[in-house]
């Protein structure tokens, strides 16, 4: 059984309240923590229910609104053109510094939850893939999983871009890496994928690489790309790479109502 928490919490960060919804176990006890990075369209239905089912792996599950600033809060963005066109404009709208800045109290906020053991991890889709890369480089996050993460490659995220790959060259990530790949995704093609394996590689990241015959957004269960077998699989490989590096947590406590 998951609950999520009865009201988003406004987390203060230097951008102004970033509106974040938590989702937990139902029994009680304390359980490693995951902030959850969403696409571009923010904390749409299948982004809660991805954040739901990592929770009932046993985690408590944090998902900020990527865009507080720019968009009013609670907004969630079509799965339709006008939302795409609107999502990837905020995306460049905002320097990278916000982005980073937005993780730390992210994960500051979750490593304090009363609910965690304070040891933490990180995830994300899409934009939120690449989110989560750059919170990986935080010296207390011990694990990150990394969906079809766009923008790596070309070092386009944010106001005049960005310095991930540079980063990673450079050693920048220090807990263990799952990334995984859609080989018929257009955003993040051969070349570009090929890129920050390399990088990875030469900067003897501990990293796992998955390419799939999937689309962009395979995880998504909403729409034609949607893949359900492959989700079940890789819900099960990052559960077991957060179990591993974080901790089981109170898996066996009784649970409340709620």
Same mark, same amino acid.
């Given at each position: 059984m998951v609950i999520c928490e009865d009201a988003p919490v406004l987390l203060p960060t230097p951008n102004g309240p970033m509106r974040t919804c938590v989702f937990r176990p139902?029994?009680?006890?304390?359980?490693?923590?995951?902030?959850?990075? =969403?696409?571009?369209?923010?904390?749409?239905?299948?982004?809660?229910?991805? @954040?739901?089912?990592? @929770?009932?792996?046993?985690?408590?599950? =944090?998902v900020p609104e990527i865009f507080h600033e720019l968009l009013p809060e609670g907004t969630v963005l079509g799965y339709d053109t006008a939302g795409a066109d609107r999502g990837n404009a905020c995306k460049v709208g905002r320097p990278v510094q916000a982005y980073d800045d937005d993780s730390a109290a992210a994960l500051a906020h979750l490593r304090a939850h009363p609910s965690s053991t304070g040891d933490v991890g990180v995830m994300g889709v899409c934009i939120g893939g690449h989110l989560a890369l750059r919170a990986a480089m935080h010296p207390d996050v011990k694990a990150a999983a990394c969906f079809y993460a766009t923008d790596i490659h070309k070092g386009s995220l944010g106001q005049g871009g960005d310095d991930s790959l540079a980063r990673v060259a450079r050693g920048d990530l220090r807990g263990e890496m799952w990334m995984a790949w859609g080989r018929q995704d257009p955003h993040i093609p051969a070349e570009g994928r090929r890129r920050i394996y390399d990088a990875m590689s030469d900067a003897n990241v501990n990293f796992s690489w998955l390419e799939l015959n999937a689309a962009h957004a395979f995880l998504r269960d909403e729409g034609?790309?949607?893949?359900?077998?492959?989700a079940r699989q890789c819900y099960g490989l990052?559960?077991?790479?957060?179990?591993?590096?974080?901790?089981?947590?109170?898996?066996?406590g009784p649970v409340t109502s709620g």
């Open positions: 139902a029994a009680r006890g304390r359980y490693p923590g995951v902030v959850f990075f =969403s696409e571009i369209f923010q904390i749409t239905g299948p982004i809660r229910r991805t @954040a739901m089912a990592l @929770a009932g792996h046993g985690f408590v599950v =944090s034609p790309r949607y893949n359900p077998e492959l990052v559960a077991d790479l957060f179990r591993r590096r974080l901790g089981p947590g109170d898996l066996d």
